[in-house]
């Protein structure tokens, strides 16, 4: 290592140094996750934005009140009779009130109710000066229309379709904001875990320099006492400034994985570092790989959304269907008005006996003539074909992923008691040779030989339990079960922010 990089390491190294670790529980990394992660708490908004969607959608068939005013003046130019022309005046006042109701399956109906006020004058006869008036006239009405579609637009499932689509895209949202809470834990929990190590392998590493330095130290003494070659002195010094290398490396790896935990957090402190001393390692559990793989795909949240992908490609095809069909509507509407001569009440008289009566019947019919819906409705059966394509490709992944984290976690649990047979062995070589070079039958080289195999298997015995836990963490994550395990089952564990 030059000279250069050795200083860059120092002071990458200097924060953790110096920084005052604060004690983090596994649970506590949990919690401020939940708190504090950007990345879920965006998950959080969109669900709560799909709720007010919804909510808009299930108002879709409340009734509707619509109130109207016109009032207009208007004055007419007529032909005389004697050669010239006169004008007539004419004004009305409309006040309307109508209550409106869409049902689901279609149909719509329609009450208004109506008052118009009318006034006209003019002139009595040709060239007269005399003015006539008509009025004021009391108009009251009351009309009950009804709309509804035979072919197009018929039926729940078109009416429905907006409401269901919502629910579906709630549930969607939902199932993202919980894959995003359950991949975002399993990022810090396996982060907490790798600093964990770090922490280790740093005790390690430190430990491992304290001896040398101490065994240097010893050398030097016996070399001034002239009991031992200046040439064993050297490959002490040589040793105690490798280690003081791994030392620096372990430090900075240190202070890497404290930042990789801090952001899966959602901390932004930089200053902050944790001391991990207190952590128990949780104990591994046996999966059985069927039901491994029967949870991956009945709890799989990539396999539920890609279900609910598929539900609303079937929804979109329905629709595409109905807009496809030609229309055929029936409108009908009955009526009774009464009509006062400067009298209200002659008005609301002939109203009040359904008088003046009035009636309509009548269909429209409407039928495309181009070949757009016949093309809109080929991308839709398209797109659910390809929906279900999905659908299965997940499935096979969820189910591969699951194959390949059941083996890393079988691996490094048989891995974990090969390193920790590796270190006994190594132990009782180290104090052996320990032995022999008190003895003079060995050299310095077969101790620190001795010495590095201990170092190398104790830290192979932390990597292999860390490796299992990780791989139990990300297991969890596929068979749904992480949040589960953490007490994380419902919205409100959410839905407060920090």
């Known amino acids: 290592m030059n000279r250069a990089a050795f200083f860059t390491l120092l002071l990458q190294a200097s924060a953790v140094l110096a920084a005052s670790p604060s004690a983090l529980s ?12 950007p990345t879920l708490r965006a998950a959080v908004s969109d669900v709560q934005q799909s709720a007010e969607s919804l909510r808009a959608e299930q108002l879709r068939y409340r009734p509707r009140l619509l109130l109207d005013a016109t009032g207009s003046t208007q004055k007419t ?28 399956w279609g149909t719509t109906v329609d009450l208004r109710l109506e008052n118009r006020d009318t006034r006209t004058e003019g002139p009595l006869f040709s060239g007269s000066s005399d003015v006539f008036t008509l009025g004021p006239g009391y108009s009251f009405s009351a009309r009950l229309s009804l709309t509804q579609p035979l072919l197009r637009g018929f039926g729940d499932d078109v009416g429905l379709a907006a409401l269901r689509s919502a629910q579906l895209n709630r549930k969607d949202l939902e199932r993202a904001r919980d894959d995003t809470a359950s991949q975002t834990l399993s990022t810090t929990l396996q982060a907490y875990w790798e600093v964990w190590y770090a922490q280790q392998a740093l005790g390690i590493q430190r430990e491992a320099r304290t001896l040398v330095g101490q065994q240097r130290d010893e050398t030097r003494r016996k070399v001034e006492a ?10 002490w010094e040589t040793r105690v400034a490798e280690l003081d290398q791994n030392v620096l490396a372990a430090e900075v790896q240190l202070q890497q994985r404290s930042v990789e935990l801090r952001r899966a957090m959602g901390l932004s402190s930089a200053a902050a570092s944790f001391d991990l001393s207190g952590a128990k390692l949780p104990e591994l559990q046996a999966y059985l790989p069927e039901e491994a793989l029967s949870a ?35 409108q009908a509407w009955v009526q009774t008005q009464g009509l006062g001569n400067q009298s209200v009440a002659g008005a609301f008289e002939q109203l009040g006996k359904f008088g003046n009566p009035s009636a309509n019947v009548g269909l429209s019919f409407e ?3 181009s070949e757009r819906h016949q093309a809109q409705l080929g991308s839709a059966r398209l797109a659910a074909t390809a929906a279900r394509q999905r659908l299965e490709a997940t499935r096979q992944q969820a189910l591969a992923d699951t194959e390949v984290e059941l083996a890393t976690l079988s691996q490094a649990t048989q891995n974990i008691a090969l390193a920790q047979s590796s270190a006994e062995v190594s132990s009782r070589s180290v104090t052996a040779q320990h032995k022999r070079l008190d003895s003079g039958s060995a050299t310095a080289l077969e101790v620190r030989e001795a010495e590095d195999s201990l170092r190398r298997a104790r830290l192979s015995v932390e990597r292999e339990r860390v490796n299992a836990i990780k791989a139990q963490v990300r297991l969890a994550h596929l068979t749904g079960s992480l949040l589960t395990r953490w007490g994380v089952v419902a919205a409100a564990d959410f839905s407060a922010g920090p």
């Open 26 to 37: 596994e649970q506590a990394a949990v919690q401020q996750t939940i708190d504090h992660n």
């Open 367 to 369: 039928l495309p003539l």
């Open 77 to 104: 130019p007529n032909l005389d009779t004697g050669g010239g022309t006169n004008s007539q005046l004419s004004q009305s006042l409309l006040f309307g009130a109508e209550l409106s109701q869409t049902f689901s």
């Open 296 to 330: 991956a795909q009945e709890a799989s949240y990539a396999l539920l959304r890609q279900r609910l992908a598929l539900e609303r490609a079937g929804l979109a095809l329905r629709s595409v269907d109905d807009s496809s069909r030609p229309r055929l509507d029936i």
């Open 226 to 235: 002239g009991s031992a070659a200046e040439v064993e002195l050297l490959s």
